[in-house]
Nanobody
Framework: QVQLVESGGGSVQAGGSLRLSCAASGPIYSSRCLAWFRQAPGKEREGVVGIRIGGGEIYYADSVKGRFTIAQDNAKNNVYLQMNSLKPEDTAMYYC????????????????????WGQGTQVTVSS
């Protein structure tokens, strides 16, 4: 059973930074894609960034380009989301998602692509 556990959420003021972590455990395929999504109250779940592990493909939503950076630690099966220059509109529950195996085509910011999800971590940005 694959498990994803997010951590690192919290409350910050606008312009601040947070680093989210996603730890994956269980029977993890070598072919895998991971992503971060977010969902604000009353809004649909939105893809933030997707990464094909080992493939060099990374896709960011336009709303976070230049501010958010995804990184991976294959030894620990972890991915991280560094969020800088946070804005109040970034306030949401952030979810880690995984697709095992991950072939082609792959639509990185589409929630239906992913078959495993974490429980989420809350990010709140105040103005």
């Amino acid at each position: 059973q694959v498990q994803l556990v997010e951590s690192g959420g919290g409350s910050v003021q606008a312009g601040g930074s947070l680093r989210l972590s996603c730890a994956a455990s269980g029977p993890i395929y070598s072919s895998r894609c991971l992503a971060w999504f977010r969902q604000a109250p009353g809004k649909e779940r939105e893809g933030v960034v997707g990464i094909r592990i080992g493939g060099g493909e990374i896709y960011y939503a336009d709303s976070v380009k230049g501010r958010f950076t995804i990184a991976q630690d294959n030894a620990k099966n972890n991915v991280y989301l560094q969020m800088n220059s946070l804005k109040p509109e970034d306030t949401a529950m952030y979810y880690c998602a995984a697709k095992f195996p991950c072939g082609s085509p792959w639509y990185p910011l589409v929630a239906k692509e992913y078959n495993y999800w974490g429980q989420g971590t809350q990010v709140t940005v105040s103005s």
